[in-house]
């Protein structure tokens, strides 16, 4: 590993590091002595602030002048044929990017020089503060310098304050985080209280509603109480009324019920002896009609007997016929069959005869086609007659 690395240096090195860190030490003992505690009612304070804000305003000028010369000579050279436009606009973004990055940095510290004077006391006790923390971290770091030729404790100084800034930016944090969440609370508050007070004016509301609705039930139940006293008075009175109207109307219905049941008594005496003289005469036509009965049952039993007597000629005469019927229908079918055998073989000779014709022609046609038998080639007079002869069968056919 570099020896540097560890904090350890060269007699030379060592040295010339003493002498830098003795004159740094010697130019902030006599900072310390030459500044003032505060600018605050010096004459000068405005000349020195002023001074300050010019160089600032002077820097961002400078800074803006060349971003927009930048800018210009980008647009000329990105509408320009000329070679190399590459790298040149690669040059120039790089170039208005870090241009741009000062502006940025030069506004934030304008901003914070404008937020917070120099001329306050704070300012300058801050100022007095770093200045003896730093004499005292290269005092410390010169004598250790000047006895082992190591600056171990300068190291050691800045990790613990790159540590306490930390720390602080983590408190200050915490810190900004613990205002927003008063604030939030401080907001959630408000909501709620808002919220609980609309309810309580509602509730407020709402038992006024009530005061007013209970006021107007007592009333209400009042007039119904009123109302129903009346409405039972009066349904005593209408039930009364219609007791009394049912109870004259039950007297007169019983009377005429009376009336009715006398009615009845004298219709049913009437009626009874109006079924006993029906009686009598029903009586008589039962002996009339069971005589008529008998006379009717001899003389329908006289004429079945006739009947059966009718029946049994009748089923003889049917049995003769039917027995004659048998053999006249027999005969019929011989002589059918009789006839179907004639009509088929005289049907069996007509067609032999024509088969037989048939033959005979065709043979004679033979015998002609190949001048055999009689009708072999002779004379002329043969020739002639066989012609004729020909000519008769054609004309016989």
Partial sequence: MDPDSMGLATPADVLQVATVLEDCVDQLVVLGKIMPVSYEGRPDADEIVGDEIGRIVDSQRQLEQQFSQLMTARQDTKFSGAIGKTNRL?????????????LKGSNQFFTRSLKQSPLTSDNLEKIQADRAFVESVMVEAQSELAVSGTFLSLLQSVLSEREKKANLQQTILREEEGRKRI??????????????EVEIQNRNEMIAHLKDQLQEMKAKTNMEGKYVKKNSEVQVFQTQKRCSMSEQALREELEALKV?????????????????THQRELEEKVEYWMEKYDKDVDAKQHELDVLKAS????????????KLYAEYEQVVVEDRIEKEKARRKAEQEAIELQCATKLQAWWRGVMVRKGLGPYKKGKKGKKGKKKSGKKGKKKKK
């Fill in 183 to 196: 604030k939030q609370l401080q907001r959630l508050k408000l909501e709620v209280r808002k919220e609980k």
């Fill in 260 to 276: 009715k049941i006398d009615e009845e008594v004298r219709v049913n005496g009437e009626i009874e002896s109006f079924l006993k």
């Fill in 311 to 322: 029946k049994a000629q009748d089923l003889a005469r049917l049995q003769e016929l039917t």
């Fill in 90 to 102: 690669t040059q120039l973004d790089q170039d208005i990017t870090a241009v741009s990055g000062g």
